[in-house]
């Protein structure tokens, strides 16, 4: 199983695409040599990454440390761990056992990984949003999509008015029809995707919740939010995989669906119940 890496390096890598030029090349040049780093001074990691020694400060602010020297302190208690996955993309020539560990590897880091982001607060701010919202509205776009989908199911099984909208002008027309009561749930990796960012505004002027799952902790869809969800993803299972897994959206789903269920077990019951002996049926 591939170890968990420092927390400190996960908090660089979802933040490097919002990034400045100069504070990227800094971020990169951490997470391919973090052992070096956390051994380096301020003045060092500066020549080294080709940057200024202001722009390693202003990369240490931006991770929440109020310098330098704090930002090497946490590196090396944390003890930074290299990457056990190996990180080249299945080979045409890698054979089914080969592909099936590159895969499987990838998907269980991306859950170790996304434990290490994930605020717990938060999670707990969503499950009580949720828990009493009047009506509950999701979206997504693109290989999003079907997070969306199977997260209205979860939810509507745990007794909520849950529902899912992948189209882009019902998704800003029927979140502009939300109230105060109504929460909504959208997912948005990159945080930069304009139609989720316009549903978002839509809903938040009509006074709804906003829950959000981002990869992208300081994109303008993570502070439009009102509780921000931090995943961790990894594309890395071949070259330019758009298609990769958004396992980390649907543990997150199934972590509050099972809140919802397991704390009021008379709510998701009633729903759940009747259901199931319907489809039972179907079964013989």
Sequence with gaps: MPAPKAEVLLRIENLLRSLNSAEKKT??????NPERVAEMTISELATESSVSE?????LCRVLDYPGFRSFRIDMARQGVVLEAVPQEPVQPNDDMEAITNKVFHITIQTLQETLQVLDFAEMERAYLALKNAAKVLIIALSVS???AMIAADKFYFAGLDATAETDIHFQIMRAGLLTPRDVLFAFSRSGDTRDIIEATQAAKAAGATIIGVTNNPRSFFAKLVDIKLVVKSRESRFRNDLLATRIEHLSVVDALFTALASRDTTRANARYKPMYDVVLGKQL
């Design 27 to 32: 971020a990169q040049f951490i997470l391919d």
């Design 54 to 58: 202001s722009t390693v400060f202003r």
């Design 145 to 147: 999509r079907t997070s």
